[in-house]
């Protein structure tokens, strides 16, 4: 694998409107993806549960649950769909997530494909639930789930859907085995709930001294409690370090508006900053274990 010093990436702000039919979906799906290619995009990441847009396919508000499974039963067509996009459009999908069943039908989880132009196609389960996907959606984290490096043409990537990204050593975990990007799929309801993932994503760019991708949903189902609300900023954001963007962000979006942000990122620099840095917090955190083991209570 040869490096590459630039890549283009676009990240979405997909708005949840109502559907009549999956052809509808795909439609509004196969949009973004045309436009990312168009604007040279080598990679387009989609945001976490887009695929709840498809509730509006049941005529009727049913349990929460079992709207999530009814989802989950369309995984053929999403994977037959994206699979084709990639390929068409040479460009790598990162296919924000899907609910999907348990091979024994029992659990249902929330997965995110990623889907490449050479035909391949990988998947990462999200390793860790909120409390509203475990109470609400009835969804939970497969007993085999693990953390994924995606190795490309032009390096490697990992995917933190989410909730995942408020957890350190996920990425940390990720940045070690040689990611420089990390694409995050989100969907959050309020501005709450998205700045914790906002300041969660900027703090792992930092730390890990990599790019962070971030996607949203935006707008929302009225007919669906579940999904009706919706509060999202796409934003592509950098190490804090000369070189990159005077305040980490590198691109964002204007939050709750339909849109894509597309942003060149400068693999060169980041790979020389992992080296040379002003600051080396990815080398230096490798010393953290014996720190952890070392605590020192102190009573006033």
Not at 73 to 84: N, T
Not at 151 to 175: H, L, N, Q, T
Request: charged letters at 20%; glycine letters at 6%; one cysteine or more.
């Amino acid at each position: 694998m040869k490096d590459i010093d630039t890549l283009r990436v676009a990240s979405l702000q997909y708005w949840l409107r109502p559907i009549k039919n999956f052809e509808e979906f795909a439609e509004q799906a196969s949009l973004w993806v045309i436009n990312a290619a168009d604007y040279k995009a080598k990679v387009v990441l989609f945001p976490e549960y887009f695929t709840l847009q498809l509730f509006s396919l049941h005529l009727s508000a049913l349990p929460v649950p079992d709207l999530v499974r009814g989802v989950s039963h369309l995984k053929g067509l999403y994977i037959e769909l994206f699979q084709k996009l990639s390929q068409t459009y040479e460009i790598t999908i990162i296919a924000g997530s899907i609910p999907a069943e348990s091979a024994d039908k029992k659990l249902i989880h929330n997965e995110c494909h990623v889907f490449s132009p050479n035909g391949s196609h990988g998947v990462q389960p999200k390793l860790r639930m909120t409390r509203f996907e475990k109470e609400d959606f009835g969804v939970g984290s497969p007993n085999d789930a693990h953390l994924k490096v995606f190795e490309a043409s032009w390096g490697k990537f990992a995917v933190a859907i989410c909730y995942d990204v408020e957890f350190p050593e996920i990425v940390r975990a990720a940045a070690l085995q040689g990611a420089l990007v990390l694409f995050v799929p989100s969907c959050t309801d309020d501005r709450q709930g998205y700045y914790r993932v906002r300041y969660c994503a900027q703090a792992r760019a930092i730390e890990n001294q990599m790019y962070v991708v971030q996607s949203s949903t935006v707008g929302g189902l009225s007919r669906f409690p579940a999904a009706c609300l919706n509060y999202g900023q796409a934003a592509i954001l950098t190490p804090s370090d000369y070189g990159f963007a005077r305040d980490g962000i590198l691109a964002e979006g204007v939050a709750n508006t339909e849109t894509m942000i597309v942003g060149d990122l400068n693999l060169k620099q980041l790979r020389e900053s992992r080296a040379n840095g002003t600051v080396l917090p990815l080398h230096d955190a490798q010393s953290g274990d014996l720190i952890s083991q070392q605590v020192e209570i102190v009573r006033l």
